[in-house]
């Protein structure tokens, strides 16, 4: 049977409100990403000679390093290592530690009661609401950005208040146009820097003036940090639990699937308050049963040796100084960013003497189906597209060529701004 026929059964009537209820599957819009992917495979099947250049993946292009490779290979041989994982093991939880201090610069993380390992730090984004929203709870998080603590806040019965991110405050929230009565009601605040989709940096003195702002009106800061390390030009990494004070209002989320090529892996650490990572973990050892061993040990090698990602942040420094320098020169107003693997920038409104775009994915999908060039629309606060510098290119005489043929492709078109 076809999906529309079960729609005429009692399965039809019996979803969950939260997935759409008795109308779930009957939704007939097409969301941002379904429509990309459209406009690729028809871009593909128009122009089958023509490469299609990928800027809009937001996953790293390369795989993991051979040592970490090795490792689970060896890891994976024994046979202690083939249990249920549950909550992690502690050869993992101490290496994140000695990790956030190597890297961060964060003191007195204790790996026993302050750190515990996650299949990745999405899952964490979804369970960590059910430690705290009950129905007509609220959450904080910022647009653009992502939406998986939201939806789940959701998904509870809470609601969800949105700060726009502008170019104007650097890409960072004003806290102080965030309403009384929505700090006051508010349970948690979701935070993310390096920034996706922005590719903003947070300061030192932001995250100080968060904790001020957190412990005012009593709110849970979740830091989502997988390109904390993934930092260019000077800029050193940095973590909120290095701020005085951030341990008492929150915790922050580590994935290896940035920094260390390890996307499909899935292992990351939520570390910070004690109370929170207790919580956590009791509502993940009911969701999960923890990741494979031989991956934790894997990567509790990988967090050994922080010059991997470090040689990661020097490829994409050069991808970002190449992109930037070609899109200024069609007219963009491209600005390198200190941090993570993504490029933001204004859609123009249009092209001299060709179509006009009332919005970025307008302009999105005019670069995938014209000049099979993929980014991703962001409209949220601004019309933005986000170009991604984990484009494949395998060296650096391949990357420029990369950057030459997009060059090419848009050289002879005018944009209007």
Same mark, same amino acid.
């Given at each position: 049977m076809s999906i529309e026929q079960y729609q005429d059964t009692f399965i039809q009537r019996q979803f969950a409100d939260r997935i759409g209820g008795a109308n779930y599957g009957k939704d007939t819009a097409i969301y941002k990403f379904e429509k990309i992917k459209r406009a690729k495979a028809a871009a593909r099947k128009d122009f089958p000679d023509i490469e299609l250049i990928d800027m809009g993946v937001g996953e790293p292009d390369e795989m993991a390093d051979a040592g970490i490779v090795a490792k689970l290979a060896e890891e994976a041989a024994k046979p202690e290592n083939r249990g249920y994982a549950d909550n992690g093991i502690p050869e993992f939880k101490e290496a994140a530690s000695r990790y956030l201090k190597e890297v961060f610069g964060v003191e007195g993380i204790d790996p026993a009661t302050e750190i515990v390992h996650s299949i990745g730090s999405k899952p964490a984004l979804a369970m960590l609401p059910s430690c705290f929203i009950n129905p007509g709870d609220l959450a904080i998080l910022t647009v653009p950005g992502y939406p998986v603590l939201g939806t789940h806040t959701k998904y509870l019965g809470g609601e969800v208040y949105h700060v726009p991110l502008t170019e104007e405050n650097q890409f960072l929230p004003d806290l102080s146009s965030i309403p009384e009565e929505v700090a006051a009601k508010a349970k948690l605040i979701y935070l993310n820097y390096p920034n996706n989709p922005t590719g903003a940096s947070a300061t030192k003195e932001f995250f100080i003036e968060v904790v001020a702002w957190a412990k005012k009106y009593d709110i849970v800061v979740v830091h989502d940090a997988p390109y904390a390390a993934l930092t260019y030009d000077g800029l050193k990494p940095l973590s909120f639990l290095s701020v005085p004070g951030a341990k008492e209002v929150g915790v922050e989320l580590h994935s290896l699937s940035k920094s260390y090529n390890m996307t499909g892996w899935r292992i990351g650490f939520v570390a910070g308050n004690p109370l929170i990572v207790k919580a956590f973990s009791d509502v993940k050892d009911n969701n999960d049963s923890g990741q494979f061993i031989a991956i934790q040990k894997a990567a509790a090698?990988?967090?050994? /040796?922080?010059?991997?990602?470090?040689?990661?942040?020097?490829?994409? &420094?050069?991808? *970002?100084?190449?992109?930037?320098? %070609?899109?200024?020169?069609?007219?963009?107003?491209?600005? /390198?960013?200190?941090?993570?693997?993504?490029?933001?920038?204004? %859609?123009?409104?249009?092209?001299?003497?060709?179509?006009?775009? %009332? &919005?970025?994915?307008?302009?999105?999908?005019?670069?995938?189906?014209?000049?099979?060039?993929?980014?991703?629309?962001?409209?949220?606060?601004? *019309?933005?597209?986000?170009?991604?510098?984990?484009?494949?290119?395998?060296?650096?005489? %391949?990357e420029k060529q990369v950057i030459e043929e997009i060059k090419r492709r848009l050289g002879g078109v005018k944009f209007v701004f």
């Open positions: 090698y990988g967090l050994s /040796k922080p010059e991997i990602t470090e040689k990661i942040a020097e490829k994409y &420094s050069r991808r *970002h100084n190449l992109l930037v320098e %070609a899109l200024n020169e069609l007219g963009f107003k491209a600005k /390198k960013p200190q941090g993570s693997f993504f490029l933001y920038v204004e %859609a123009p409104q249009g092209v001299e003497g060709g179509p006009s775009f %009332a &919005s970025a994915e307008e302009f999105s999908q005019y670069l995938i189906c014209e000049k099979l060039i993929s980014t991703v629309p962001w409209d949220d606060a601004g *019309h933005y597209v986000r170009f991604s510098v984990t484009f494949a290119a395998n060296g650096i005489e %391949a």
